[in-house]
T-cell receptor, first 115, second 112 residues
Framework: QKEVEQNSGPLSVPEGAIASLNCTYS??????FFWYRQYSGKSPELIMS????GDKEDGRFTAQLNKASQYVSLLIRDSQPSDSATYLC???????????????FGKGTHLIIQP | SAVISQKPSRDICQRGTSLTIQCQVD?????MFWYRQQPGQSLTLIAT?????????ESGFVIDKFPISRPNLTFSTLTVSNMSPEDSSIYLC?????????FGPGTRLLVL
Protein backbone atom coordinates (compact mmCIF):
# COMPACT_ATOMS: atom_id res chain seq x y z
CA GLN A 1 0.00 0.00 0.00
CA LYS A 2 1.59 3.22 -1.14
CA GLU A 3 1.34 6.03 1.38
CA VAL A 4 2.21 9.69 1.47
CA GLU A 5 2.22 11.26 4.92
CA GLN A 6 1.84 14.92 5.78
CA ASN A 7 1.18 16.79 8.99
CA SER A 8 -2.38 18.05 8.63
CA GLY A 9 -1.68 21.23 10.57
CA PRO A 10 -2.84 23.88 10.70
CA LEU A 11 0.61 25.39 10.28
CA SER A 12 0.55 29.05 11.22
CA VAL A 13 3.32 31.30 9.87
CA PRO A 14 3.65 35.09 10.14
CA GLU A 15 3.59 37.09 6.95
CA GLY A 16 7.04 37.50 5.44
CA ALA A 17 8.47 34.42 7.15
CA ILE A 18 9.45 31.09 5.59
CA ALA A 19 6.82 28.37 5.59
CA SER A 20 8.20 24.83 5.64
CA LEU A 21 5.97 21.95 4.59
CA ASN A 22 7.08 18.34 4.87
CA CYS A 23 6.08 15.02 3.37
CA THR A 24 7.28 11.42 3.54
CA TYR A 25 6.44 8.60 1.16
CA SER A 26 6.52 4.84 1.53
CA UNK A 27 7.11 3.58 -2.01
CA UNK A 28 10.85 3.46 -2.64
CA UNK A 29 10.39 3.21 -6.41
CA UNK A 30 8.60 6.57 -6.61
CA UNK A 31 10.41 8.74 -9.12
CA UNK A 32 8.29 11.87 -9.38
CA PHE A 33 7.02 14.19 -6.70
CA PHE A 34 4.63 17.08 -6.78
CA TRP A 35 3.30 19.83 -4.58
CA TYR A 36 -0.23 21.06 -5.26
CA ARG A 37 -1.97 24.01 -3.66
CA GLN A 38 -5.68 23.79 -3.00
CA TYR A 39 -7.74 26.76 -1.93
CA SER A 40 -10.96 26.06 -0.09
CA GLY A 41 -13.67 25.06 -2.55
CA LYS A 42 -11.24 24.87 -5.47
CA SER A 43 -9.42 22.10 -7.27
CA PRO A 44 -5.70 21.46 -6.76
CA GLU A 45 -3.22 23.44 -8.82
CA LEU A 46 0.37 22.43 -9.42
CA ILE A 47 3.04 24.43 -7.57
CA MET A 48 6.19 22.42 -8.07
CA SER A 49 7.44 19.14 -9.46
CA UNK A 50 10.74 17.51 -8.54
CA UNK A 51 12.39 14.37 -9.79
CA UNK A 52 16.03 14.46 -8.61
CA UNK A 53 17.64 14.67 -5.21
CA GLY A 54 18.39 18.18 -4.07
CA ASP A 55 16.68 21.52 -4.35
CA LYS A 56 14.57 23.02 -7.09
CA GLU A 57 13.68 26.69 -6.93
CA ASP A 58 10.87 28.55 -8.66
CA GLY A 59 10.30 32.09 -7.50
CA ARG A 60 9.40 32.06 -3.81
CA PHE A 61 9.04 28.29 -3.80
CA THR A 62 11.77 25.69 -3.24
CA ALA A 63 11.13 21.97 -3.37
CA GLN A 64 13.61 19.63 -1.72
CA LEU A 65 13.89 15.89 -2.33
CA ASN A 66 15.86 13.28 -0.41
CA LYS A 67 15.18 9.84 -1.87
CA ALA A 68 17.38 8.06 0.68
CA SER A 69 15.19 9.40 3.47
CA GLN A 70 12.02 9.26 1.33
CA TYR A 71 11.37 12.85 2.21
CA VAL A 72 10.05 15.79 0.25
CA SER A 73 9.63 19.35 1.44
CA LEU A 74 8.35 22.67 0.16
CA LEU A 75 9.67 26.00 1.37
CA ILE A 76 7.74 29.18 0.75
CA ARG A 77 9.80 32.33 1.24
CA ASP A 78 8.33 35.73 2.05
CA SER A 79 4.99 34.12 2.87
CA GLN A 80 1.92 36.10 1.86
CA PRO A 81 -1.67 35.84 3.13
CA SER A 82 -2.57 34.62 -0.37
CA ASP A 83 -0.42 31.55 0.31
CA SER A 84 -2.95 30.40 2.90
CA ALA A 85 -4.29 27.13 1.51
CA THR A 86 -3.96 23.37 1.82
CA TYR A 87 -0.79 21.98 0.27
CA LEU A 88 -0.93 18.45 -1.09
CA CYS A 89 2.15 16.33 -1.57
CA UNK A 90 1.96 13.61 -4.22
CA UNK A 91 4.25 10.80 -5.31
CA UNK A 92 4.09 8.98 -8.58
CA UNK A 93 5.79 6.33 -10.61
CA UNK A 94 8.19 7.08 -13.43
CA UNK A 95 5.38 8.40 -15.56
CA UNK A 96 3.80 10.59 -12.82
CA UNK A 97 0.19 10.88 -13.82
CA UNK A 98 0.48 8.11 -16.34
CA UNK A 99 0.16 4.40 -15.84
CA UNK A 100 -2.37 2.46 -13.86
CA UNK A 101 -1.05 3.67 -10.52
CA UNK A 102 -1.62 7.37 -10.99
CA UNK A 103 -0.46 9.63 -8.21
CA UNK A 104 -0.69 8.94 -4.49
CA PHE A 105 -1.65 12.04 -2.55
CA GLY A 106 -1.11 12.94 1.07
CA LYS A 107 -3.97 14.39 3.08
CA GLY A 108 -2.50 17.84 2.87
CA THR A 109 -1.17 20.46 5.26
CA HIS A 110 -3.38 23.42 6.01
CA LEU A 111 -1.19 26.54 5.94
CA ILE A 112 -2.27 29.83 7.48
CA ILE A 113 -0.25 32.97 6.87
CA GLN A 114 -0.96 35.51 9.57
CA PRO A 115 -0.89 39.16 8.45
CA SER B 1 -1.07 22.72 -19.53
CA ALA B 2 -4.67 21.84 -20.29
CA VAL B 3 -7.99 23.57 -19.77
CA ILE B 4 -10.50 21.18 -18.27
CA SER B 5 -14.20 21.75 -17.73
CA GLN B 6 -16.66 19.64 -15.82
CA LYS B 7 -20.43 19.49 -15.73
CA PRO B 8 -22.31 19.76 -13.48
CA SER B 9 -20.31 21.88 -11.06
CA ARG B 10 -22.50 20.70 -8.20
CA ASP B 11 -25.62 18.66 -7.61
CA ILE B 12 -27.86 17.41 -4.85
CA CYS B 13 -29.23 13.93 -5.49
CA GLN B 14 -31.51 11.45 -3.80
CA ARG B 15 -30.17 8.10 -2.68
CA GLY B 16 -30.66 5.31 -5.17
CA THR B 17 -30.34 7.57 -8.20
CA SER B 18 -27.41 7.99 -10.60
CA LEU B 19 -25.47 11.02 -11.77
CA THR B 20 -23.26 11.33 -14.82
CA ILE B 21 -20.39 13.79 -14.68
CA GLN B 22 -18.91 15.11 -17.89
CA CYS B 23 -15.30 16.13 -18.44
CA GLN B 24 -14.12 18.09 -21.47
CA VAL B 25 -10.50 18.93 -22.27
CA ASP B 26 -9.32 21.60 -24.71
CA UNK B 27 -6.70 19.33 -26.28
CA UNK B 28 -6.32 15.68 -27.11
CA UNK B 29 -4.93 13.63 -24.25
CA UNK B 30 -4.20 9.96 -23.98
CA UNK B 31 -4.90 9.43 -20.32
CA MET B 32 -7.69 10.86 -18.22
CA PHE B 33 -8.20 10.15 -14.56
CA TRP B 34 -11.10 10.37 -12.17
CA TYR B 35 -10.40 11.23 -8.54
CA ARG B 36 -12.62 11.53 -5.50
CA GLN B 37 -12.03 13.89 -2.60
CA GLN B 38 -14.21 13.19 0.39
CA PRO B 39 -14.71 15.88 3.05
CA GLY B 40 -11.49 16.49 4.93
CA GLN B 41 -9.67 13.84 2.97
CA SER B 42 -7.13 13.81 0.21
CA LEU B 43 -7.53 12.73 -3.35
CA THR B 44 -8.23 9.09 -4.14
CA LEU B 45 -7.88 7.74 -7.66
CA ILE B 46 -11.03 6.01 -8.84
CA ALA B 47 -9.98 4.91 -12.30
CA THR B 48 -7.85 5.63 -15.33
CA UNK B 49 -9.65 6.10 -18.64
CA UNK B 50 -7.89 5.56 -21.95
CA UNK B 51 -9.61 6.17 -25.25
CA UNK B 52 -10.59 2.95 -26.97
CA UNK B 53 -10.15 0.66 -24.01
CA UNK B 54 -11.87 -0.27 -20.80
CA UNK B 55 -11.17 1.90 -17.80
CA UNK B 56 -8.78 0.58 -15.18
CA UNK B 57 -10.22 0.76 -11.67
CA GLU B 58 -8.32 1.11 -8.42
CA SER B 59 -8.83 -1.19 -5.49
CA GLY B 60 -12.17 -0.51 -3.85
CA PHE B 61 -13.84 0.88 -6.96
CA VAL B 62 -15.87 -1.21 -9.40
CA ILE B 63 -17.29 -0.63 -12.84
CA ASP B 64 -20.87 -1.33 -11.80
CA LYS B 65 -20.74 1.52 -9.29
CA PHE B 66 -18.60 3.94 -11.32
CA PRO B 67 -19.01 3.23 -15.03
CA ILE B 68 -16.75 5.37 -17.20
CA SER B 69 -16.90 6.24 -20.86
CA ARG B 70 -14.08 7.62 -23.00
CA PRO B 71 -15.46 8.04 -26.50
CA ASN B 72 -12.65 10.27 -27.80
CA LEU B 73 -9.41 11.97 -26.81
CA THR B 74 -11.03 15.09 -25.34
CA PHE B 75 -14.04 13.78 -23.42
CA SER B 76 -14.94 11.37 -20.63
CA THR B 77 -17.86 10.70 -18.34
CA LEU B 78 -18.06 9.18 -14.88
CA THR B 79 -21.38 7.87 -13.59
CA VAL B 80 -21.99 7.46 -9.89
CA SER B 81 -24.65 4.75 -9.72
CA ASN B 82 -27.18 3.82 -7.06
CA MET B 83 -25.94 6.64 -4.88
CA SER B 84 -25.83 6.64 -1.10
CA PRO B 85 -24.88 9.45 1.30
CA GLU B 86 -21.37 7.95 1.46
CA ASP B 87 -20.91 9.00 -2.17
CA SER B 88 -21.12 12.65 -1.16
CA SER B 89 -17.81 14.00 -2.32
CA ILE B 90 -15.99 16.13 -4.85
CA TYR B 91 -15.30 14.28 -8.08
CA LEU B 92 -12.36 15.55 -10.10
CA CYS B 93 -11.40 14.85 -13.66
CA UNK B 94 -7.70 15.14 -14.43
CA UNK B 95 -5.40 14.74 -17.37
CA UNK B 96 -1.75 13.91 -17.80
CA UNK B 97 0.01 16.43 -20.00
CA UNK B 98 3.75 15.98 -20.37
CA UNK B 99 3.97 13.99 -17.16
CA UNK B 100 2.10 16.60 -15.13
CA UNK B 101 -1.38 16.04 -13.73
CA UNK B 102 -3.89 18.87 -14.18
CA PHE B 103 -7.29 18.95 -12.56
CA GLY B 104 -10.68 20.13 -13.62
CA PRO B 105 -12.76 22.37 -11.35
CA GLY B 106 -14.55 19.40 -9.80
CA THR B 107 -18.16 18.33 -9.28
CA ARG B 108 -19.53 18.71 -5.77
CA LEU B 109 -22.04 15.98 -5.08
CA LEU B 110 -24.34 15.79 -2.09
CA VAL B 111 -26.48 12.69 -1.70
CA LEU B 112 -29.45 12.90 0.64
Amino acid sequence: QKEVEQNSGPLSVPEGAIASLNCTYSDRVSQSFFWYRQYSGKSPELIMSIYSNGDKEDGRFTAQLNKASQYVSLLIRDSQPSDSATYLCAAGNMYSGGGADGLTFGKGTHLIIQP
Amino acid sequence: SAVISQKPSRDICQRGTSLTIQCQVDSQVTMMFWYRQQPGQSLTLIATANQGSEATYESGFVIDKFPISRPNLTFSTLTVSNMSPEDSSIYLCSVDTGGILYFGPGTRLLVL
